[in-house]
């Protein structure tokens, strides 16, 4: 026969796990949530009238070697670059996912535009690390489109 104080020891045992379940759940809601507020707030650097008026630089300028690129926009490309650098790092550390990166954000232009800037600057500086996580941003963009056209076939 089941006293009350079987009865007392399980109800508590299955609230203690029924609580601990619905603290799972809810640290991983919150993290989600702080992964989606800080992929949406990221746009509003994206968007600013410097970051703008920086990747129309890039984009328009022409040039002919490094030291002509230099001359014409380099704190502009390093702006640009430095801004996909650090999507990079945060995509790489899995605290962006990389599907919301190709839906926002046109990263390929900007690192065909740049590549050979940054070639020739992983050279000059001796450094081939040097924005290599706007690299593998982009190698992972690559796939991660690749993917979503195999899902849609």
């Known amino acids: 026969m089941v006293d009350i104080q079987t009865i007392s020891i399980v109800v508590a045992a299955a609230s203690v796990v029924a609580g601990v379940i619905y603290s799972v759940i809810e640290?991983?809601?919150?993290?989600?949530?702080?992964?989606?507020?800080?992929?949406?707030?990221?746009?509003?650097?994206?968007?600013?009238?410097?970051?703008?008026?920086?990747?129309?630089?890039?984009?328009?300028?022409?040039?002919?070697?490094?030291?002509?690129?230099?001359?014409k926009c380099f704190v502009e490309a390093s702006q640009v670059a430095g801004f996909c650098e650090n999507l990079g790092v945060l995509v790489n550390r899995k605290l962006v996912d990389i599907a919301l990166v190709i839906d926002l954000y046109a990263v390929d232009e900007a690192w065909e535009k740049l590549k050979p800037w940054i070639q020739d600057s992983r050279k000059r500086a001796n450094n081939p690390k040097l924005y290599e996580w706007f690299e593998y941003l982009c190698n992972e963009m690559r796939k991660g489109e690749q993917k979503l056209q195999q899902l849609k076939v």
């Open 27 to 71: 640290i991983r809601q919150q993290t989600k949530l702080r992964h989606t507020d800080f992929i949406m707030r990221m746009p509003s650097t994206f968007t600013s009238r410097e970051f703008l008026e920086s990747w129309a630089t890039v984009g328009r300028t022409e040039f002919n070697n490094y030291e002509d690129f230099v001359e």
